[in-house]
């Protein structure tokens, strides 16, 4: 007997623009945009409600489920407040620190838990930190656990933002939670000139945007084939030149020179057809 469990769920947001994680109900009256406290990874912090109550199979959260601790009281939330105060004093006594000790790394984030059991500081480098005497500093300084945690050059640009190639501000500081894995074929199935410049955003990583319409250009290339291979036509053989996806053709050339344009369904046989 199969049994598929369930549970009702809310997505919250701890890390601005961070992963979204999801946490059980609690039985309060919860909805988008409360503040709540979570047990996390470094102990109870508040995040902010962005989707719920959702109902997720078990299997599907993939994680052990927690639940809810609360809905931020009034008490609670000058409590936070405080902490996030005191977090940016902490950050700007870290940089400090960081430079005294002549540090290679960029201090990005800093925040207290909830109930001041640990200050965090997400950071950035291009190599391995020894910040052992930091962290001797900051714990004598602030006197709690201190936890220094070190993050990729894409969370880099999520925490301090940035303009894209586009002109907007970049999409992992905006609405880009979580970042896929890009690699140099996503950029040549839409047909972009391969030249890393042009299609890296400022964390010098490929552009997240080449996802976005990648599946369109995958399912409507299927079956279609690629630059330079050779294709019979007229039982002669012709080279394909390049591929219109919009038009749905494809250029092909002869030994000779003959350029013929072929529809997408010629390589479809009838299915397809309504598109050549």
Known sequence: MNLYMTAVVYAVEVLPKGKLNYYAENGEDIKPGDLV????????????????????????????????????????????????KDAQEAFNVCAEKIKEH?????????????????????????TRVDFRELVKDLARIFKTRIEL??????????????LGLCGLPTC???FLREFDSITLKHAKCQ????????ISGACRRLLCCLMYEYNFYEEELRG???????VLYNEKSYKVQSTDVFKKTVLVMSEEGEMV????????????????
């Open 172 to 174: 992992c500081s905006t």
């Open 37 to 84: 406290l979570v047990m996390t990874e470094f102990g109870p912090d508040v995040g902010r409600v962005i989707k719920g109550p959702k109902e997720m199979g078990i299997e599907e959260l993939g994680t052990e489920l927690k639940p809810i601790i609360k809905k931020l009281t009034e008490e609670d939330l000058k409590t936070h407040q405080e902490n996030i």
């Open 102 to 126: 002549n540090l290679p790394m960029k201090l990005l984030h800093t925040r207290y838990m909830f109930d001041r059991s640990r200050l965090v500081f997400f950071f950035s480098s291009e």
């Open 149 to 162: 945690r070190q993050v990729g050059v894409r969370d880099e640009l999520k925490f301090i933002g940035g």
């Open 261 to 276: 344009y072929l529809p997408f369904s010629y390589f479809r046989g009838d299915e397809g057809a309504s598109g050549g």
């Open 191 to 198: 047909q972009l000139m391969i030249n890393t410049a042009k």
């Open 224 to 230: 279609i084939p690629e630059e330079g291979e050779t």
